[in-house]
T-cell receptor
Framework: GQNIDQPTEMTATEGAIVQINCTYQ??????LFWYQQHAGEAPTFLSY????GLEEKGRFSSFLSRSKGYSYLLLKELQMKDSASYLC????????????FGRGTSLIVHP | GAVVSQHPSRVICKSGTSVKIECRSL??????MFWYRQFPKQSLMLMAT?????????EQGVEKDKFLINHASLTLSTLTVTSAHPEDSSFYIC????????????FGPGTRLTVT
């Protein structure tokens, strides 16, 4: 099985930087996703990491360490619209390409 | 980019009735569609995976006779919640994959079901 852990809630100030951590324990690993989900809406894809290291995409970056079972999502120059839930999802071993989602981290950005 | 639609976006029904939710891939052929359920402040829980033209694969604990899934074409999957009860009230989200070597699922906008 898979166990995914993220903080429940975080707050940050507009313009600041915030790091959302995700740790996972799986019997195998085949990639990690980050999704953004605004309240009452479907998740939207942010990033996908399968190799160790940092992937940068505009204001958002995602880091993966497979040996530590650890990932983080880094959001820079925070904007009010970044207030949302951020879901970490891990794809399992073998032929299963269906990711398992964590509970999500609710990020509140205040002025 | 790939677009997935869901209909209806919101539905209120009485206990004991059935509700059908449609999921369509608008600009690509979805060989595989997924149905998720999400309770408030909870994670997305996969209910079932459906492949076009074959029976859906249900996750453990999901009643296949209560949640009927049909994937009749490469662009349409339906989820029917039969004999709905208030505890079935939730946010139902579908996603679709083209089934090739893709790393992405494309999510629909979700359907808010309220059973009174």
């Amino acid at each position: 099985g898979q166990n995914i852990d993220q903080p429940t809630e975080m707050t940050a100030t507009e313009g600041a930087i915030v790091q959302i951590n995700c740790t996972y324990q799986t019997s195998g690993f085949n990639g990690l996703f980050w999704y953004q989900q605004h309240a009452g809406e479907a998740p939207t894809f942010l990033s996908y990491n399968v190799l160790d290291g940092l992937e940068e995409k505009g204001r958002f970056s995602s880091f993966l360490s497979r040996s530590k079972g650890y990932s983080y999502l880094l959001l820079k120059e925070l904007q009010m619209k970044d207030s949302a839930s951020y879901l970490c999802a891990v794809r399992g071993p073998g032929g299963s390409y269906i990711p398992t989602f964590g509970r999500g981290t609710s990020l509140i950005v205040h002025p | 980019g790939a677009v997935v639609s869901q209909h209806p976006s919101r539905v209120i029904c009485k206990s004991g009735t059935s509700v059908k939710i449609e999921c369509r891939s608008l600009d690509f052929q979805a060989t595989t569609m997924f149905w998720y359920r999400q309770f408030p402040k909870q994670s997305l829980m996969l209910m079932a995976t459906s492949n076009e033209g074959s029976k859906a694969t249900y996750e453990q604990g999901v009643e296949k006779d209560k949640f009927l899934i049909n994937h009749a074409s490469l662009t349409l999957s339906t989820l029917t919640v039969t004999s709905a009860h208030p505890e079935d009230s939730s946010f139902y989200i579908c996603s679709a994959s083209s089934g090739r070597a893709t790393n992405e699922q494309y999510f629909g906008p979700g359907t808010r079901l309220t059973v009174t």
